[in-house]
């Protein structure tokens, strides 16, 4: 079910509790929400939609898929730039990583571990910030 997005800083100043399997639902909200705003959105956490789990979804292409858990478990090629989000005003600057891996669920709970570059590892990065009560 398409979900409205939360607005304001105070929603990512806590850190995401962890999902467990009985989050099925969050993963499919946020997979929905994702794709009504997929024109002006390309990444979203859990806490964007009101939920306090570490649950994000990427678009990455016309591709869209739910990361459970996420954790980056190797990053290399710092760089800075600026990012917005939906639920803060503004650009920000912010530091980020060209390649990462990522250790995480999928949306079916399975283990799974991804290398990602580019573009697709700054949405990651940018939605893991949030799970973990980063504040761009």
Do not use: W
């Not at 789990?53 to 090629?77: D, E």
């Not at 990462?100 to 949405?123: C, M, R, S, W």
């Amino acid at each position: 079910m398409v979900k409205s997005i939360v607005k304001g800083r105070h929603i990512f100043e806590r850190k995401a509790q962890p999902a467990t399997e009985a989050d099925r639902q969050v993963v499919t909200d946020l997979l929905d929400t994702l794709r009504a705003n997929r024109e002006i959105c390309v990444g979203m956490a859990a806490n964007m939609i009101g939920v306090n789990k570490s649950i994000i979804v990427v678009a990455a292409g016309p591709f869209q898929f739910a990361m459970v858990n996420p954790v980056i478990t190797k990053k290399t090629g710092e760089y800075q730039t600026k990012e917005s989000c939906l639920s803060l005003d503004g650009e920000h600057p912010c530091t980020r990583y060209e390649q990462i891996e990522v250790d995480y669920l999928d949306g079916n709970f399975k283990p799974q571990h991804g290398k990602y570059t580019g573009f697709t590892a700054q949405i990651i990065q940018h939605e893991i910030d949030h799970c973990n009560g980063v504040v761009i």
